[in-house]
């Protein structure tokens, strides 16, 4: 699942911009945002901070939670 690319869509969308408009406004390229959007595996996270930033948003690092089986 694309959590973040599924959110820029969202909120791209909630205040009516294109994907050219996000990225013009942005600074960000349109493929990047059509890539990130589109769930590319493999992005730059300063870009994916760059287009979160236009909603007050930041990526983080963090711990990436899973299921450990042990049987």
């Given at each position: 699942m694309n959590t973040i690319g599924?959110?820029?869509k969202?909120?791209?969308?909630?205040?009516?911009?294109?994907?050219?408009?996000f990225a013009i406004r942005s600074g960000l390229g349109l493929r990047f945002v059509r890539?990130?959007?589109?769930g590319k595996q493999?992005?730059?996270m300063d870009k994916v901070n760059q287009a979160l930033a236009?909603?007050?948003?930041e990526a983080v690092p963090?711990?990436?939670?899973?299921?450990?089986?042990?049987?």
């Open positions: 599924n959110f820029i969202q909120k791209r969308k909630e205040y009516g911009l294109t994907q050219e408009d890539e990130l959007e589109q493999t992005v730059r236009m909603f007050d948003m963090g711990k990436k939670e899973r299921k450990i089986n042990l049987d």
